[in-house]
């Protein structure tokens, strides 16, 4: 394409955006950095931008866009290839489905499988996702002898949990007991070994975790002359949701493309809201310190919601310590103020929230155009009982995800155990679901195959319990014909190993139907993929998500309320929201004010709840708390409005109280016939 037709392409691309936005998308080749407001069309600018660089002439095999969620890539590409569209020019517009596309995991299983061999990994590794490195966590610290009765030791979870912050952090493991798992400092010395001997059991069974997959792409980018060849595939980097980044992702961005050229990330400072993960908002903040030729573009003009409701939000997140100062503007324009609800205790809160969402129900606003959002999962209780008592249905997000279902990890564990036979993990998964073996005779079968060199007529020849043996013999000629047999595609592999496993499915599980179904969809899904390494990878990685669990069935309407947690509903839109359990101690957590950073963090995941709200939004606090709930107890305590809504904030939204009009409806008027004095004077006489 000419200079001309590329400029004329690009006119097309741009002619919907703003100004804002048109800055952002024709910038040239050097560092950016775009500070995206809530609603500002964070990913119109992203996908416009990636459109903009083909149509300029780049080789969409060399962009690299990086995401949180397999979901926003593919959403960010098909808006590319629609653009493109525009063009007129049919080469030009199926240039989006060559981008390299997806999350930093995935893509760094996908260099690793090319380019692993040049730091010692092998192209048959597989990737252990958290259930299954909480597994073989749980496996090492049993063989340490670190969860015996006579000394408290984490649990395996919280041991996963410090070993992926100190790597996702890069900070040493003193540093992370201190600042977040304190509890913890006296068993420093056991994590330690715990750690080291996790890290060897990985490295013999050939096996990744989540964060190894970021380790060993930052030791590809460290090693030459892999390196060298690694930033060779790529002119341009993008990455979406900057702000949600840890210290080792910006390194790798920074290693692809070190002075910067082609670089380009999205976000809000104000949106940082993953610290518990080891994201850190440094990253962003000092995106223009890291790159020292970057610029920074802007964006103000809100599309999603109205002005009463960003002028709350600013004033909200204007009380944070730093980062990029930004007033939101409505594109919508004025609309109804936002309404601070002091309830007098969690009852009438819960009373109030189904009473005003069925009255906009009736003003034509849908119930899952409404949404309930709190900072923890328990703060919903009382309001999912008076939900069920007035039979409106809702759907509660955070629900399990379909690789976390038993009888889907054990199909893709025998996946794994096919392309890598030393996956210790997948391997005692497997065995475990044959009758009369248990864990001794399982660790015997493992050592037996790895002593083999991986090879599973070991397994043939192994002393087994009667009942097994037979079972066992047909779970060995599913994995030796799955392994070897290279005229099976993935679906066909899936299909046989689907097979072996029916049979014990419906032995091991109750409800064996709905779960055979499951593999039977799980066999569909894996027609999509061209290998069972990128397969097993894509589950591991990014899995689909499960039915959410609706509390009752659908009305005839087919609609229900969405109750989330803040931190579940980032990147979504209501026409109502309402947030509640607005009292300190619960907004902020009580958990999370030992530091101004943390202080910072809960703030502005506070700002994210509010800035989902399109038309109307009530932020509600009761002011008792009863000991046992529901009212149940005379004993309680007073809580007072979250310290987020100050007095700058508190005068941009209208204060209600629920009950104050109806304080007095139980009185009956009387005639008077006595004084408070003839009281007294009764009380007198006691003493006197």
């Not at 079972?471 to 689907?498: F, K, N």
């Not at 989902?612 to 007072?640: E, N």
């Amino acid at each position: 394409m000419d200079r001309s037709a590329s400029a004329d392409a690009e006119g097309r691309l741009v002619a919907h955006l703003n100004a804002e936005q048109r800055a952002a998308v024709t910038y040239g080749d050097s560092p950016l950095l775009v500070v995206a407001g809530a609603g500002t069309g964070k990913t119109t600018v992203l996908a416009a931008r990636v459109a903009a660089l083909i149509a300029r002439g780049v080789e969409p095999g060399r962009i690299l866009l990086l995401t949180f969620t397999r979901r926003a890539a593919a959403e960010m590409l098909r808006r590319v290839e629609t653009l493109l569209a525009r063009s007129g020019d049919a080469h030009v517009a199926s240039g989006a489905s060559r981008v390299w596309g997806g999350t930093f995991h995935a893509v760094a299983a996908r260099l690793l499988r090319v380019y692993g061999q040049a730091i010692g990994l092998p192209p048959t590794f597989t990737v252990l996702d958290r259930s299954d490195a909480e597994d073989l966590m749980r496996l090492v610290r049993s063989d340490l002898d670190l969860g015996s009765a006579k000394r408290r030791f984490p649990q395996p979870s919280t041991c996963l949990d410090i070993y992926s912050r100190c790597v996702n952090a890069r900070e040493p493991l003193a540093q992370v007991l201190k600042t977040a798992f304190p509890w913890c400092l006296d068993a420093e010395e056991g994590l330690a070994r715990l750690f080291d001997a996790y890290t060897e059991r990985k490295e013999r069974q050939h096996v990744l975790d989540y964060d190894d997959l970021l380790w060993f792409w930052h030791a590809l980018l460290s090693t030459e002359p892999v390196a060298s060849a690694v930033r060779g595939r790529f002119d341009a980097v993008l990455v979406d949701e900057y702000q949600d980044t840890n210290a080792i992702q910006a390194e790798i961005v920074a290693l692809v493309r070190p002075d910067g050229r082609g670089v380009t990330v999205v976000g809000d400072d104000a949106q940082a809201i993953y610290g518990f993960r080891a994201a850190t908002v440094e990253n962003i903040v000092r995106f223009c310190e890291r790159f020292d030729a970057a610029e920074t573009v802007v964006l103000t003009r809100n599309y999603r919601s109205t002005q009463p409701v960003l002028d709350a939000a600013n004033a909200i997140i204007a009380g944070a310590s730093r980062g990029h100062r930004k007033g939101l503007v409505s594109h919508r324009g004025p609309g109804e103020r936002p309404r601070l609800v002091c309830c007098s205790d969690e009852r009438e809160q819960s009373a109030f929230v189904v009473d005003r969402v069925l009255e906009h129900r009736e003003a034509g606003v849908p119930l899952r155009k409404q949404a309930v959002l709190f900072r923890a999962a328990h703060h919903s209780a009382d309001l999912e009982l008076e939900l069920k008592r007035r039979n409106v249905p809702f759907v509660k997000y955070g629900g399990l995800r379909f690789l976390e279902m038993a009888h889907v990890k054990d199909l893709v564990a025998l996946l794994r155990l096919a392309e890598n036979p030393l996956d210790a993990t997948a391997a005692v998964r497997v065995l475990g679901l044959v009758p009369g073996i248990g864990p001794a005779t399982a660790k015997r079968l493992v050592e037996a195959v790895a002593a083999s060199g991986g090879d599973f007529s070991a397994w043939r020849e192994a002393r087994v319990p009667a009942q097994g043996a037979e079972i066992l013999g047909r779970v060995v000629d599913a994995l030796e014909r799955i392994s070897s047999d290279g005229s099976l595609d993935v679906s066909a592999q899936v299909h046989a190993a689907r097979a072996v496993l029916a049979p014990l499915v419906e032995r091991t599980y109750d409800a064996p139907g709905p779960r055979l179904a499951d593999l039977e969809q799980l066999e569909a899904l894996a027609a999509r993929f061209e290998s069972r390494s990128r397969f097993i990878a894509e589950m591991a990685l990014d899995p689909p998500r499960w039915t959410e669990d609706l509390a009752g069935p659908p009305l005839l309407d087919d609609d229900w309320l969405v109750l989330s947690t803040m931190h579940s509903a980032k990147g979504l839109e209501f026409d109502v929201v309402f947030v509640i359990h607005a009292a300190d101690g619960n907004i902020p957590s009580d958990m999370a004010t030992g530091s101004p950073d943390e202080l910072d963090e809960e703030r502005r995941l506070f700002y994210v709840a509010c800035t989902r709200a399109r038309d109307h939004l009530y932020v509600c606090w009761p002011l008792r708390y009863y000991a046992a709930g529901r009212g149940a107890s005379d004993a309680y305590g007073y809580s007072q409005r979250t310290r987020f809504i100050d007095r700058d904030a508190l005068p941009l939204f209208d204060c209600i109280s629920p009950g104050l009009g109806d304080a007095d409806s139980d009185a009956v008027p009387v005639e008077t016939v006595g004084s408070t004095a003839c009281v007294r004077e009764q009380m007198a006489r006691l003493w006197s």
